[in-house]
Structures are given as structure tokens and as C-alpha cells.
């Protein structure tokens, strides 16, 4: 059969990360494998056609997404905040909420699975772990953390969950290895073909399936932890970019000529040509049921997305509203004296020696967010006296003063903690900062665009800024990105990249704007 096109999404060029949640099929548009780029999630209604943007996630791309216990999670790829732990998003469908994860050293979270009644996380920065949490992402510790020499890198990049093992696809010297773990220890998985690329792995039944790249093509492996078998590919040459599994088998996706096509096969061994599509490059595949959805790069610059000329209806959860995750309460024995932490945190940021980089400053951050600090110990921060010093980051690849970490680091704190009030003129402040190589930018527009959606900072005074910085038109395009979100979440709009519907909306609505109440639990 032909599937059929069913969405472009722009302005970037590609669609990834397709989950379905709440009866619509979520997924992410943005820029694959290259870094500092917007990741923008949408939803797509099958039933009735209705392409909705949702949400604006502060990351260079998104890693695998899990829905579990009634959620939708959201991991942060590459998040752009840069403090050195990893991030996720988690939504009801409506509700978001933001989570830190500071077990580690974390650049990447590349994927999220559930296992043994827990969200396992595989995240990487120099070397490779695993974290767990056992309360929807509140909370975290880690529970592997992979052995790797100074100087070398590996990184854990996908997951892949059966009844009594997680399998771990890891990448160490540029080479792929399959881990397995199974509750207490982590090993390798016996007999896999060590050393080639992984390209896609997912689980089904008892087993998890790999597409493994060969001197000739790709070929499907699996394997139940004590065994893997090689599966025979059509032929040689194929070169299958993902693969899936469902309760009627194994499904793979092909590039051919403008197009693409969908492979099935009942054990993996044979395998038949079950759909074509065309206008773009396969990514992702996902299913429901029979029915098949393949997401891409498409020939017009946008992402696209294929699926059924006549789609069933996604299911929908049938369940109550469950809560989103939240860090457990504080319970004093005695209040902080809030004056005087106020006080220790401004007094630290000016110290030159105790100003060492952004670990001491955003772990005495950390410490606040967790124990609730309230608002004017953060405004207070950023109102401190930092030290006239610059600090190399990111390999040496660029730069930062101390004063402009102090207020990124104070930011990403208020965004935790979702409290504070961002200064207006950081939100109208022009973007300067030069290319560096690693793409890495430590400006403070965006940090103070994304901290004032996080705390919810919907008055008019922060809502004329953001629009009046829109309508400039002179940000880098990935900024206007945090622009739109920002404004999506602080005004419940849904224009996405429509630069002139914003403007106009706000031209009629500014005289007697109220922001909505905010949603409780």
C-alpha cells in the first residue's frame, strides 16, 4: 500500500521521536545531529487531521520518549542549559512540569525507558550511567555508572525493556556494544556482534532486536540475555534505518529512490515490502495496531509525516488524571534563617575564590531549589557583585564571565524551582554572543525567555517584552524558537512560528489582557 502524506512541520527540517499519548501521536520537530537547534514538540489527531503545537522543550533535540503510569515523558536530548545534569519534561496532555536530574554528570539523556516499576534513564557526558527513579522523575539516583578511561567517551543511547531485562545500547571508542541489565547487575549481552553500529533497537515478547550494520547493508539481530542469533535481511544491501515490534511482528523502514519504504516480518527471518511512501527521507517508525506511521526529512526543508489514508482512532488512557511528579516536601524541623542564605549566596558569588566555575555556584543553587527557598533569594542572587574572572567551557570551545553565569545559573534555578520574577530587560537584552565551534551559547536572553515560561511570569509587562522582541526580528532562528515557546505557555496561543498571528492577536488583546489562573493539582 501507499501511505499517505499527512503533515509538514517547519521551520525545521525534520520529524523524530513519535510516541502516541491521549489518543493523538506526539513527536518532535527539529534538526537532526547537529547541535543548537530548537526542539519543538507537536501532536497529530488522526481522526480528524488537527496538527497542534504543544510545547517548546529548552534542548537541542529530544531523546526517546516513555509513556508510563499515565504520563508522557519528554527527555532532553541535549539540554541547552549547560549546567552539567541532565532535564526532562513530563505531561498529562495539558499540565507540564520540569525535572532535574543530578545523579551524574549528564550532557544527553538519550532515552527513557520503564523497568522493574522504575524510569530508567540513559544519559552520557564524558562517560556513560544509567539513573533510576522510582517516583516519576522527582527524584533520582544512579545505579550504573560504565567504567571508562580518562581521556575516551561512551555513552549509553537507547533502551529497550522486556519482562526481565533492559537492554542498553552503548557506544564507547566509536564502537556499539549491547549491555543488558536485570535489576542488580549490568553485562554484556552474549554472543552480539560487538564493535558495529547499532542503528535502531527496540524490544518484543522476551526479546530485544537490533539493526546491525554489516560489510554489506544492515542485518536483524536478536537476543533473550543468554543468546543472539543473526536474522537473515531480504537482501543483501538492504539498509533498514529503524525497526519496531508489535504483537504482529517486526517492521522496519528502507530509504529507496525519493522515498521509502515499510518492511514486516512475522519472526524477522523473511521479510515482505509492505508499504511505500514518498517526498522525503525516513526517520522513525511507529505503530498502532496495523496501522503504520513514518516520520522523516522532507524535500520541501520540513519535517513530514507519513501514515494511513484512513486511520482508526488512537486510543485514549482511560484513566483518572494522574498527578504530575513533584519533589517531595520539606519538612522543617526548624525554618532556614532566609535572610542570611540570601545573604551566603550573594557573598559567595563575589568571592573569587569560591567562584570557581559553575559546580560550587549551581550546587549552592541546587540546595535552594530543593529546600524551597522563596523567591527574594533569588532575585537577590542576581542582583549580587560577581568577580571580574572569565571562565573557559565546554572543552575551551568558548567563554563565559562570571557575571553571565551567575545569571544563568540563577535562572536555571528559578526555572526549577519555578518561582522569582525574571528582570524584564533580560528578556528585551540583544543576542551578541560569536560563533563558537561547539555551539554552545551562554547568552542570557534565552536562559531568561525559558525561566520566565518555567515560573508561569504572565504579566503584561513580560508578555509586551517578549512580543515587542518577536516583532524585531533579529534573533538567530533556534531563538525565535524559545520566543514562541515562551509565549505559548505563558499566554495558552498556539500560533507556533507564525510571527505575524502573534502580533496581531496581541494588537487586539493587549488593552485588557489578563493571564488564566494557573492550573493546580
Not at 80 to 106: C, E, K, M, Y
Request: contains cysteine; charged residues 25%.
Amino acid at each position: 500500500m501507499e501511505l499517505a502524506e499527512l503533515a509538514r512541520v517547519g521551520p525545521w527540517p525534520s520529524l523524530s521521536k513519535p510516541i502516541g499519548y491521549d489518543g493523538r501521536l506526539w513527536f518532535v520537530n527539529g534538526t537532526l545531529r547537529v547541535n543548537h537547534n530548537s526542539a519543538d514538540v507537536y501532536s497529530y489527531e488522526p481522526s480528524t487531521g488537527v496538527l497542534r503545537y504543544e510545547r517548546h522543550l529548552f534542548s537541542q533535540d529530544a531523546g526517546d520518549p516513555l509513556v508510563a503510569a499515565g504520563l508522557l515523558y519528554w527527555p532532553s536530548e541535549d539540554s541547552r542549559f549547560s549546567v552539567g545534569w541532565g532535564d526532562l519534561a513530563v505531561t498529562d496532555g495539558t499540565r507540564w512540569a520540569f525535572h532535574i536530574v543530578p545523579t551524574a554528570q549528564i550532557f544527553h539523556i538519550h532515552a527513557l525507558a520503564e523497568f522493574q516499576d522504575r524510569l530508567i534513564a540513559a544519559s552520557s557526558a564524558w562517560r556513560a550511567g544509567l539513573q533510576a527513579s522510582s517516583d516519576g522523575g522527582a527524584t533520582w539516583a544512579q545505579i550504573y555508572d560504565h567504567p571508562t578511561p580518562e581521556g575516551r567517551v561512551s555513552r549509553i543511547v537507547g533502551l529497550a525493556a522486556t519482562s526481565n531485562l533492559l537492554f542498553a545500547h552503548i557506544i564507547e571508542r566509536g564502537e556499539s556494544r549491547l549491555l543488558q541489565y536485570d535489576g542488580v547487575e549490568v553485562r554484556d549481552v552474549p554472543s552480539w556482534p560487538a564493535g558495529r553500529a547499532i542503528r535502531a533497537l527496540t524490544s518484543g515478547g522476551d526479546r530485544a532486536y537490533g539493526l546491525v550494520d554489516e560489510a554489506d547493508g544492515v542485518a536483524v539481530w536478536s537476543s533473550d540475555g543468554e543468546s543472539s542469533q543473526r536474522l537473515a535481511p531480504p537482501w543483501p544491501g538492504w539498509r533498514a534505518r529503524d525497526i519496531a515490534s508489535n504483537e504482529h511482528g517486526l517492521w522496519a523502514i528502507t530509504r529507496e529512490n525519493v522515498g521509502g519504504a515499510v518492511w514486516q516480518s512475522a519472526a524477522g527471518r523473511t521479510w515482505e515490502k509492505v508499504a511505500e511512501f514518498s517526498g522525503g527521507v525516513p526517520e522513525d517508525i511507529w505503530l498502532q495496531d496495523r496501522d503504520l506511521y513514518v516520520l522523516g526529512t522532507g524535500d520541501d526543508g520540513r519535517g513530514i509525516l507519513w501514515g494511513p489514508q484512513a486511520p482508526r482512532v488512537l486510543p485514549t488512557e482511560s484513566h483518572e488524571t494522574p498527578r504530575l511528579p513533584r519533589r517531595p516536601p520539606v519538612n522543617w524541623v526548624r525554618a532556614p534563617d532566609w535572610n542570611a542564605e540570601a545573604n551566603r549566596l550573594s557573598r559567595l558569588i563575589g568571592d573569587h575564590e569560591a567562584f570557581n566555575g559553575r559546580a560550587v555556584l549551581r550546587d549552592r543553587v541546587w540546595q535552594n531549589v530543593a529546600t524551597d527557598a522563596p523567591a527574594f533569594v533569588y532575585d537577590a542572587a542576581l542582583a549580587a557583585d560577581a568577580p571580574d574572572l572569565s571562565f573557559p567551557l565546554i572543552g575551551g570551545n568558548t567563554s563565559a564571565v562570571a557575571g553571565a553565569l551567575r545569571d544563568w545559573i540563577i535562572l536555571w534555578g528559578m526555572a526549577a524551582a519555578e518561582r522569582g520574577r525574571v528582570p524584564i530587560e533580560f528578556l528585551s537584552r540583544r543576542f551578541t554572543a560569536p560563533p563558537n565551534r561547539a555551539e554552545k551559547y551562554f547568552d542570557l536572553a534565552p536562559a531568561a525567555l525559558w525561566a520566565a515560561a518555567q515560573i508561569g511570569q504572565a504579566d503584561r509587562c513580560t508578555i509586551e517584552a517578549v512580543i515587542a522582541r518577536l516583532a524585531r526580528d533579529e534573533d538567530p532562528e533556534w531563538l525565535v524558537g524559545d520566543i514562541v515557546g515562551a509565549l505559548t505557555v505563558l499566554t495558552g496561543k498556539r500560533f507556533g512560528y507564525d510571527r505575524e498571528s502573534w502580533l496581531e492577536w496581541w494588537r487586539a488583546a493587549s488593552a485588557d489582557w489578563q493571564p488564566e489562573a494557573p492550573s493546580t493539582e
